[in-house]
Each structure stands twice: as structure tokens, then as C-alpha cells.
């Protein structure tokens, strides 16, 4: 498998607070990776600097060329796409809408079927076809989601990068959007995918990196990690109790 995304040395922060002093990262085509670490240890802040969202320093290669300079549309038409935390659709317009403009990668790069990904992420997500023409404020939690990561896939993106997409979600949805990155996977999607959800996150994952404090603590084959004591005392602790209980 060839290389998609090498990040070395990545330091990013907000005014003089560093959060990221110097990590290192790779991802392979094809591949779902994972980050996970606790809150406030930089996991968003990483996704922000590979957008471009957020200014960085270090090397972030993506598909052969270094991404350092490029603004955010750019990355976007080199084919990176993030689903950030706060979902950000547009609210006052419709399901398809949001879809839609999620296109506009494909169609002006003359892709002339790009609109052939509408029915793909409808199956993907039944619900979303059902809603078509509601207006995106109005979803609840789960298919705002669902939406969120469904104008990505619209934008056909070489990578697409999760920020905690279970997060706020019931249980059931949450084992949704689980089978949905599965099913990505499968079908070539490379994924960076950034989870509290760590047990389930390592499930899916081929590889996985433990961030604390803005650096790389740990990293390995996810199903490897999953076994770590460390990683199942730190991450793994509740419900290997619940588990034992
Ligand atoms: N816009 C900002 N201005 C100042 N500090 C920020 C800003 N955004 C994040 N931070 C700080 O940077 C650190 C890393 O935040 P980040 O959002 O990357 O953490 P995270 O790993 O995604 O955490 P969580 O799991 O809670 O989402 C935190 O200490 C946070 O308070
Ligand atoms: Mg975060």
C-alpha cells in the first residue's frame, strides 16, 4: 500500500500556546486510522492544521506533494475532506442542497458524473433521502451527522477525517456511523479518524496513535493497541469493568 498522508514534525497552537509540538503521523491508502487521547490533548487541533484551517509548521505531505501554503480550499481540491466537530452545515437549506454544494470538487474538476454520488450517500443513509427536502437546522443530532459526513463523500475526497463522529449520539447510531466507516473502508475511502469512543474507534481502525499533551505517546496496529495495558487501563478501563462486571 503506498503512502497517503506522512506528517512529520507538525506544530500548530492558538497565539502563544503551543498544542502540537512536533507530531508525527502516517497513513497509508486505504486505510482507516485512528487517533484517540483525552480532551484537550490537541486531536482537533491536529485535524484543523492538515485542513489548513488552522496554520501549522512541519511537513504534511498528502499524495506526493507537500501541503504546507496551501489555504483550505486548495487542500480541499487535493482531495482532503473534514467533518470538524461542530458540523457546520448550511442550516437554512434543504438536505439535498448540502449535498449538493458538497459536489463542487468533482464538478469543477470536470468530473461530468459527479452528481451520481447523490444516490450513493442517499444509500448509505436512507434517512437523508427520506429528508431530502427538510432544512438542514431543523435534523436532530444523528442526521445532522449523517449529513455532515455525507456532503463530504460528496466531494469524492482522496481522505476523509472524522472528528469524533459518535459523539452526542445514541448507542444505536453511534454502531451506524461505526458500520457506515466500515463500510467506507471497504470500498477504498481512507479514513483519519478521531474517536473518544476508543474501543469502538480501535475496531475499525488498521492503525492507531495515542495523543497526550500535543505529542504522540503511543502508536501501533489497532488490534495490537486494543490489547495494550496501558491503552485498556487509560482508554479501555470502563467497559473492561463493565465487560468483567
Ligand atoms: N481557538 C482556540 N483558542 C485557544 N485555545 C484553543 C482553541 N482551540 C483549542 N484550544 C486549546 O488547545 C488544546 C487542544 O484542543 P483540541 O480541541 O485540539 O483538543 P481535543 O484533543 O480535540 O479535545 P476534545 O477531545 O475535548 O475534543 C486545548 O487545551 C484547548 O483548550
Ligand atoms: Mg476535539
Redesign the pocket.
Known sequence: MSELLQVVGLQA???R?E?LTGLNLRLRQGEVVTVI??????????L?ALMGVLPSRGEIRFDGEDLQGLDLEQRVMKGLALVP?KRELFTTMSVEDNLVLGGFRPMRLGQRDWREELPRVYELFPRLRERRSQLAGTLSGGERQMLAVGRALMARPKLLML??PSLGLAPLIVKDIFRIVARLRETGVSILL?E?NARAALEVADYAYV?ETGEIALEGAAAELARDARVVDTYLGSARRAASA
Not at 487521547?37 to 491536529?46: E, L, M, Q, R, V
Open positions: 497552537g492558538y497565539g500556546a498544542v487521547g483525552p480532551n484537550g490533548a490537541g486531536k482537533s487541533t491536529t484543523n466537530e472528528d469524533e478521531i473518544q495523543l
